[in-house]
């Protein structure tokens, strides 16, 4: 299984509203990331988790929250957004840092569109 | 910031082999140059990756200058579903990958 998946595929929200995205991957990575990217940009690394701990928070906005239950699962919590947040969030993995194949794998995204 | 330009937009035929360029004149001794493409509305696709030596697979072709400032990635037979962002991105274990604007290749029927 060489597929990562992301849920859901699109999310509309309101700005009091609470929800979150979901990402899965099988491949027996310990390396996972959440990634923001607006139209006709290229992507922006948002987090990245290792070994289920959060390694990198690249100055990320408190009403974005992540968490890794475990090895597979990758979630993103998000609350109290703005219109500008509205973005295709992909979500990534790869074996982790230091080994010889560090390729990271992409889902397909969560289009979000905050009203 | 990226460390990789490359042409915004470029057209390739159909059929005929698409060479896409891309510069790195800073890389570094222990970083990797890495390529992705993404089709409109996906997630990034892997497509292949180099050190110094040129690497193909079953995607495509990747040439590193000796140098290592350049490479280029080739498409042998380029269809109508290669049309995408391609993204060259250079990379060493440890850091996080940084895409740059990358360049819209449309294939032309």
């Known amino acids: 299984d060489t597929e990562v998946t992301q849920t859901p595929k699109h999310l509309v929200m309101g700005m009091t509203n609470k929800k979150s995205l979901k990402c899965e991957q099988h491949m027996g990575h310990r390396a996972m990331y959440w990634y923001k990217q607006k139209a006709k940009k290229p992507p922006e690394l948002m987090f990245v988790y290792s070994y289920e701990k959060l390694s990198i928070n690249e100055s990320v906005p408190s009403r974005f929250s992540p968490e890794c239950p475990n090895s597979s699962l990758l979630n993103l919590h998000l609350h109290a957004l703005q219109p500008e947040d509205s973005a295709l969030y992909l979500c990534a993995s790869s074996h982790a840092s230091g080994t010889e194949r560090n390729e990271q794998f992409f889902g397909p995204g969560t289009r979000l569109t905050v009203l | 910031d990226a460390k990789t330009t490359q042409p915004p937009s470029m057209d390739c035929a159909e059929g005929r082999a698409a060479n896409l360029p891309c510069n790195h004149s800073?890389?570094?001794?222990?970083?990797?140059v890495y390529w992705y493409r993404q089709i409109h509305s996906q997630g990034p696709q892997y497509i292949i990756h180099?050190?110094?030596n040129n690497e193909t697979n079953e995607m495509a072709s990747l040439i590193i200058t000796e140098d290592r400032k350049s490479s280029t990635l080739i498409l042998p037979h380029a269809t109508l579903r290669d049309t995408a962002v391609y993204y060259c991105i250079v990379y060493a274990y440890g850091q996080n990958f940084v895409f740059g604007p990358g360049t819209r290749l449309s294939v032309l029927p």
């Open positions: 180099g050190l110094k």
């Open positions: 800073t890389i570094s001794g222990n970083e990797y």
